[in-house]
């Protein structure tokens, strides 16, 4: 799996390619938070080629939601598959986040 | 299969996959990928066992290691795997002390909500069928199973119609012929059906061979003929109906077949994407043209591998008519080794394009990349050469590259010894020396492991001495023209993908 860090603009977008899981969920974490340090306020985490998150990835977006909102600045995750969204669903973790259908509505926002 | 897999036989026919993991959370995700592929007989959606399968057992493992385990490292957390048609079971257990799930709070509550832990057991229960922890709370089953009623259909396949129809043909005074009525269209499958002559027919009728098709038989004769026309008339509609049950049969088979084939190479294709198509396009893009450097001539070329290895060169202008060779070969493969090149290629660029001597750019690369070869356990051979077009000396740094050398006109070569050790097993300060060269004879030529080894299976000599021959037969050759010689001889030796990097650089000066 691997995380690809892009830049549009003013915002971070980093793409999931593959799972989000408990043995890799660290790397995103030091991924974002080294923007974050550098000065970048707009982020968008890209799941259109994410295979699966489990509840540790889920954790992880949670607490990285919080320290970016903190620091004034804004997370937005974009194109969750069907899965995905049910899962955000059932966990009721969407009501916490800015969920866009796609990478592009999530920049032009 | 891993080594380490048991199958143990189980009930009704199905086996059990038994498995043990280390208490290292790095290793669940292709642990669960292995399982998924001993869940194919079970016939279930795809999209199901590639997700919520998958999600429920990554959060049964990593639950079991990181709650579960007694505090040693040397813990393990067993897996045992039953698919039968129609369900995936899976127990995972641990040697820790065990939990107790009912004490979990519900993470959808609003004071939970923004807690980063806590929400495993919850998803594990929304995802699977079924999740049943064992009264110490150190195991875990949990059930996926085919939605009820569309399940596939596994029976003792039938006899066939058209072996029945046959059976009866061999008893005397019995004309048997058939037809297959399909859509209103009606084909002679047996018998001479299509024509001739009949003196009577005795008993004619249907049975049905699916939901779309029929055989309608008659039977000509007399005598005994028309008691087994009756016979023949039951096991039929018992053969037909055995039939249906084969086309359902062979439909779900087919279904799993094809279930079992996109889902390895679902699993496949992630693995490709994300490691090795990231990692090669990465390495390919990175490695930049040689640049046209007045009185120097250069090629370089990097063969792939399919696992991709991290062999990286760049020949650098440098200011004063000089020129900067460097060749790298990273331990280990796929997307850290490649971002290891990525950040010792532009450490090195940067430092080599303001005029650094080759020690130098050596002890930059090492503070630039030190901490990350440190944290992932890899190291680097890295040779790095500075020319001048017209001088009589190459001043090198080489930190542990085997394959650097001057080859001659008249056949010898010096190696350009190391240095130092690998980077990142060795430290600045680097070391620096300095050879001799002959502008418009000698030629410098670098390579990685991966080309002597692919000839060293070719002769008697080792492979690098074959390299050297190569290039020394060639000495008057242009530098690309070597390079092409070197390819097509390892293209030779190993006519398939290789399964490390092949690198070679060659480099004269007027």
New interface residues.
């Given amino acids: 799996?691997?995380f690809?860090l892009r830049r549009f603009g003013q915002a971070a977008v980093v793409e999931v390619?593959?799972?989000l899981?408990?043995?890799n969920r660290q790397e995103l974490k030091r991924m974002i938070l080294a923007e974050l340090e550098e000065g970048t306020r707009q982020f968008v985490v890209d799941f259109a080629?994410t295979?699966?998150?489990?509840?540790?990835g889920?954790?992880?977006l949670?607490?990285l939601s919080?320290k970016i909102r903190e620091a004034g600045g804004r997370l937005r995750l974009a194109s969750l598959n069907e899965?995905l969204r049910t899962?955000f669903e059932?966990?009721?973790?969407y009501?916490?986040f800015e969920i866009c259908d796609s990478l592009e509505e999530a920049l032009t926002e | 299969m891993s080594p380490a897999d048991r199958l143990v036989p189980g009930a009704a026919g199905a086996e059990t996959l038994v498995f043990e993991l280390p208490n290292d959370i790095a290793s669940i995700e292709g642990a669960v990928d292995h399982a998924v592929e001993h869940c194919v007989p079970a016939g279930l959606d795809r999209r199901r066992l590639l997700f919520n399968f998958r999600v429920g057992l990554t959060e049964a493992i990593s639950n079991a290691m990181l709650y579960g385990s007694s505090g040693g490292s040397d813990t393990r957390v067993r897996v045992e795997l039953t698919a039968v048609p129609g369900e995936v079971r899976v127990r995972v257990s641990d040697q820790g002390g065990g939990f107790d799930p009912e004490a979990v709070p519900d993470p959808r509550l609003p004071e939970n909500l923004t807690l980063p832990d806590g929400r495993g057991v919850f998803v594990m229960r929304a995802l699977m069928d079924e999740v049943r922890f064992n009264r110490r709370g150190n195991a875990v089953t949990l059930v996926l199973r085919e939605p009820p009623g569309d399940g596939p259909t596994y029976r003792r396949l039938p006899k066939p119609v058209a072996e029945t129809l046959e059976d009866f043909d061999t008893q005397p005074g019995l004309d048997v012929r058939a037809w297959e009525v399909v859509a209103g269209e009606r084909v002679p499958v047996h018998g001479s059906g299509g024509g001739g002559s009949r003196t009577s027919v005795g008993h004619s009728f249907t049975v049905p061979l699916g939901t779309d098709r029929e055989l309608e038989v008659e039977v000509a004769g007399d005598g005994p003929g028309s008691a087994l026309a009756g016979i023949l008339r039951a096991s039929l509609e018992r053969a037909g109906s055995l039939a249906r049950e084969v086309d359902r049969s062979r439909n779900a088979l087919a279904a799993a077949l094809e279930a079992n084939r996109t889902i390895r190479e679902d699993i496949a294709r992630e693995r490709l994407t994300r490691e090795m198509e990231l990692a090669h396009d990465l390495q390919m893009k990175l490695l930049p043209p040689i640049p046209r450097v007045p009185g120097v001539e250069a090629a370089a070329r990097v063969m792939p591998a399919t696992s991709v290895g991290g062999d990286f060169y760049q020949v650098i202008q440098l200011s004063g008519g000089r020129v900067g060779v460097m060749i790298g070969d990273v331990s280990g493969h796929g997307f850290p080794a490649a971002l290891i090149m990525a950040l010792v290629m532009s450490a090195a660029a940067i430092y080599a394009e303001e005029g650094a001597a080759p020690a130098a750019v050596l002890e930059y690369v090492d503070r630039a990349i030190g901490d990350e070869l440190e944290s992932t356990e890899m190291y680097l051979s890295l040779c790095y050469c500075v020319l001048s077009p017209g001088t009589a000396e190459i001043a090198y740094s080489n930190a542990g590259h085997p394959h650097a050398f001057v080859v001659e006109a008249g056949g010898g070569a010096r190696r350009l010894f190391a240095t130092d050790p690998p980077m990142g097993i060795g430290a600045a300060p680097y070391g620096q020396s300095v050879a001799d060269w002959r502008p418009g004879e000698d030629i410098l030529l670098l390579f990685t492991d991966g080309l002597s080894d692919t000839l060293a299976h070719t002769g008697r000599n080792s492979g690098e001495d074959l390299v050297l021959q190569t290039v020394s037969a060639r000495h008057r050759s242009r530098a690309d023209e070597i390079l092409d010689e070197l390819f097509e001889l390892c293209r030779r030796a190993t006519p398939s993908i290789p399964s490390d990097d092949r690198t070679a650089v060659v480099l004269r000066t007027l």
């Fill in positions: 799996m691997s690809n390619a593959g799972q899981i408990v043995g080629l295979g699966y998150i489990d509840s540790s889920l954790g992880i949670v607490g919080k899965d899962l059932l966990t009721k973790l009501t916490l």
